[in-house]
T-cell receptor, first 112, second 111 residues
Framework: SQTIHQWPATLVQPVGSPLSLECTVEGTSNPNLYWYRQAAGRGLQLLFYSVGIGQISSEVPQNLSASRPQDRQFILSSKKLLLSDSGFYLC???????????FGSGTRLTVV | QKEVEQNSGPLSVPEGAIASLNCTYSDRGSQSFFWYRQYSGKSPELIMFIYSNGDKEDGRFTAQLNKASQYVSLLIRDSQPSDSATYLCAVNSGGYQKVTFGIGTKLQVIP
């Protein structure tokens, strides 16, 4: 069966520091991968999606970036965090978008 | 801009009652529709998806879709305290990247 791993679970980072969040999927090949952010009181916001190695599409221009160095690995990065980057970051995968997503356990990021 | 609208709640229902959660969407070209359950502090979990007009039942859950009215609903029969969570409606307007989520409705089931 397929599983998705996301880490770390919580992170407190100072403004201006770098960020690296990692997500891996097991038990499938060539999954569609997604990064979402959920801010308090707001809906899920799609940040990036990837349909293959090295293929990244950005939905929201900002100081975040994403990479997919391996088929089942998706990384979210920032060179300098802003206070507004605080939120609940969720990685998700699907093999068929019409069947919905499976989300990782999420990373709660607080920028101080 | 494609939108998915939900009442944020909270919606309070007594244990054993039917909970009715509603969602409207703006894009008439939307093709597939999803309900996710999110417990406080946890990630969303897919509980239902529906493509065609009408009802789709899975255990105590029924999803209802009316494309003409651009309306999706989720009914939870025999509501239990463990159903207390935020329910997110999501709509796929086409393609890998076009799933839009609503803000979610918080459901409270009172014992």
């Amino acid at each position: 069966s397929q599983t998705i791993h996301q880490w770390p679970a919580t992170l407190v980072q100072p403004v201006g520091s770098p960020l690296s969040l990692e997500c891996t999927v097991e038990g499938t090949s060539n999954p569609n991968l997604y990064w979402y952010r959920q801010a308090a009181g707001r809906g899920l916001q799609l940040l990036f999606y990837s349909v293959g190695i090295g293929q990244i599409s950005s939905e929201v221009p900002q100081n975040l970036s994403a990479s997919r160095p391996q088929d089942r690995q998706f990384i979210l990065s920032s060179k300098k965090l802003l206070l507004s980057d605080s939120g609940f970051y969720l990685c998700a995968w699907s093999d068929n978008v019409d069947s919905g997503y499976t989300f990782g356990s999420g990373t709660r990021l607080t920028v101080v | 801009q494609k939108e998915v609208e939900q009442n944020s709640g909270p919606l309070s229902v007594p244990e054993g009652a039917i909970a009715s959660l509603n969602c409207t969407y703006s894009d008439r070209g939307s093709q597939s529709f999803f309900w996710y359950r999110q417990y406080s502090g946890k990630s969303p979990e897919l509980i239902m998806f529906i493509y065609s007009n009408g009802d789709k039942e899975d255990g105590r859950f029924t999803a209802q879709l009316n494309k003409a009215s651009q309306y999706v609903s989720l009914l939870i029969r025999d509501s239990q305290p463990s159903d207390s969570a935020t329910y997110l409606c999501a709509v796929n307007s086409g393609g890998y990247q076009k799933v839009t989520f609503g803000i979610g409705t918080k459901l409270q089931v009172i014992p």
